[in-house]
């Protein structure tokens, strides 16, 4: 099969070296960028150079109808909805954990209900053992070498047990790398067949090197941020079943269900957590239940446990345990940090009361942070708490509402990591940084963790979407105190994400966004998996539908897969149908390939070679992703205006001559002038004319030159 864009990379293809040169043959002159014809007021322009990707643009191609990857059927619809019979499992946890900081162990028993809603009857289930990834030899430690550096024993399995009427029966689980297998002596039944299992174990928890559970030293102690710490079911779903691929360090894809979880640790150890703290008056002092009565009333934070609070526990040596309980309903899963060395503040969260809380006495729903003493400061961490508050009330008003009672920051060792309810970032991180690091991983709350896709495999509707929704959100806050949003990750960044792209839409090892997530390159990961995937739904948004027509439709999709598991294939079935446009050829170019726009200004010239009759402009598209671009006509009295040449003018040509109404000499002609769309040329996009003499009637001019926006001083 003949692959276009292979062969456009070895060279000039055949048809763009015929372009080339039937165009330069209609030329008169051609001296560097400029070339001039003066024949009936006509005014053409060429430009040396022939773009990377030369080949003439297919139109056949590029609106030829789009196969989605994943079929309709009866659990994924047609308009990207949930099918009529459209099912998801079910996995609810029960789990105790304790952790010894003299030997740095954790050690934990779940039990775990699992109710299977598929059709299919299972002879096994299958549960994930993320701590694995640190244990020499993982997979990971091969795919990401970085792994390779430290490592501990990973999870040890100190038991497993079905539960079978009221009896606990020992099984012997078959583990490989971070997956681990359970056989059944008899198949769970499909359609709601329920089964508990019960499960013991203990591991090593890594220092800072860990990332995504570790342990810190902080000056006045050490910081436990723990996630992924309890064995957790994998996902069987209607695409693959069994959803087993081995954890190399990216991302998770998990099932929903309700969570309870106790923590152990050291007496005058705080600890925070995903969901809601259960037995308050067990762990809280007076005064910190007072605090928090106080926070949950005030719109701006109120220190909870404060440096001379840490610095008195710290002086007196505490003696036992104490247990803290959470309970988080519908959620795919839970993360918290423990330690006697952290701050702690808090404010309401501007929501409505979660369904089913007491009418009278609503459960407080709080923007929480906490963090060591070293971390605060005016334009540090004492502004957490407000950068919380105002990324969840923002996203719930503009996107979906918030389903959790709290939300909370950690500042910890830097692992900038997600969570439902609780997220992980540096302590260090300050203004801007901390600001768009915290809004970043709070905006993770919708994407995945109430829209749950597989960010296993598509990671763009992980971390693409999440940056999407934080750009507007920095323009938000407090007058875009922090706007726009920079990814500290990825530069060079001039703030016109259309020229910031285009070096990744020319970059022919860029993989296109459909790559699988473990498959993207870490030099990739940013430019391509977050800001083109961000940039992508900005163009949607911005330049194809419209903000009034995206906004319905993406809120729509939220509503439609929260709390369920969409595929790439329902995200733009949604977007298709809500929308109102036959977007596969978006879909194609922008998420399938990895094209870009690129129009030129060929001439611009006068009907009947008179100004007073209108103008011809002549346009052509020589890019593989047609986007509507707008065209700025400024006439020689200094009015204008703009016409927006829509994609459907490309379904059967790559020029146009369009007619622009008009009494006088034309000034200007300018494609995309506010760089809303990636152009990968922009050096033929501009005619500017001069003129030495004045005149009334602009046929008449006699010195006039056309150049380009770069050679104006």
Known sequence: MFDREAECQKGISVVALKYLRDYLASCSVLVGYRALTLSGGLLAATVTGVAANAAEPDAQEIFAPLAYPQPVNV???????????????????????????????????????????????????????????????????????????????????????????????????????????????????????????????????????????????????????????????????????????????????????????????????LVVGSGALTNPDDVLTAQERSRLADAAKSETRVLIRTEADVKALVDQVQQGTQTWRFHMSNTRDVAFVASAALLWDAAKLDLPPLEGSDAKNPLPRLAMSVYPAEAAGEKKWDRSTEYVKHAIEYFSGKWYPYPWPNAVNVGGHGAAMEYPGIVFDGKEDAGSQLFWVT????????????????????????????????????????????????????????????????????????????TAADLIPEKYRHPVTY??????????????????????????????????????????????SEGGEDLSWFWRGWYFKNWGPDYALRSVSYVNGNPSQGALVHVKNKGWLPLPVTMAITWIDGSSARVLIPTETWYQKNDVTLQIPGKQAIQSVVLDPDHKIPDLNRTDNAFVVKTDIAHKDAASAAAMSVTSPDQQH
């Open 75 to 269: 659990y994924h619809s047609g308009s990207g909805a949930p099918g009529p019979q459209a099912w998801k499992n079910h996995a609810d946890y029960d789990i105790h954990v304790q952790i010894d900081p003299a030997t740095h162990v954790l050690s934990g028993t779940e039990t775990l209900t699992y109710t299977n809603n598929s059709p299919d009857a299972l002879s096994s289930l299958w549960v994930q053992l993320d701590q694995n990834l640190y244990a020499l030899g993982s997979r990971a430690s091969f795919a990401t070498p970085r792994w390779l550096r430290h490592h501990t024993d990973g999870v040890v399995i100190d038991g497993v047990a079905i539960q079978d009427n009221g009896q606990d029966m020992p099984v012997s689980p078959i583990v490989s790398d971070t997956r681990m297998q359970v056989p059944l002596t008899h198949d769970l039944s499909a359609n709601g067949g329920k089964l508990t299992l019960k499960i013991s174990w203990h591991y090593q928890i890594p220092a800072e090197w860990g990332g995504r559970t570790a342990f810190s030293q902080d000056r006045d102690g050490e910081v436990y941020e723990i996630a992924q710490f309890y064995p957790r079911m994998a996902v069987y779903d209607d695409v693959r079943g069994w959803d087993t691929a081995p954890y190399l360090g990216q991302e998770f894809y998990l099932d929903y269900g309700t969570i309870d979880y106790s923590v152990t640790v050291p007496k005058g150890f």
């Open 439 to 514: 809004t970043h991983e709070l905006g993770h709350g919708w994407f995945p963790m109430i829209v749950g896709s597989n960010e296993r495999r598509h990671a763009f509707m992980d971390e693409g979407f999440n940056t999407f929704i934080d750009m507007y959100a920095s323009e938000h806050f407090n007058h875009g105190e922090f706007a726009p949003k920079r990814d500290v990750e990825f530069a060079p960044q001039t703030g016109q994400p259309a020229d910031d792209i285009v070096p990744v839409l020319k970059d022919a090892s860029a993989p296109a966004l459909m």
């Open 531 to 576: 800001f083109k995937g961000a940039y992508g739904l900005q163009l949607l948004r911005e330049q194809i539908l419209g903000p009034e027509r995206f906004d319905r439709a993406f809120r729509r999709y939220i509503a439609l897969w929260a709390f369920g598991h969409p595929t790439p294939s329902d995200f733009f079935r949604v977007m298709d």
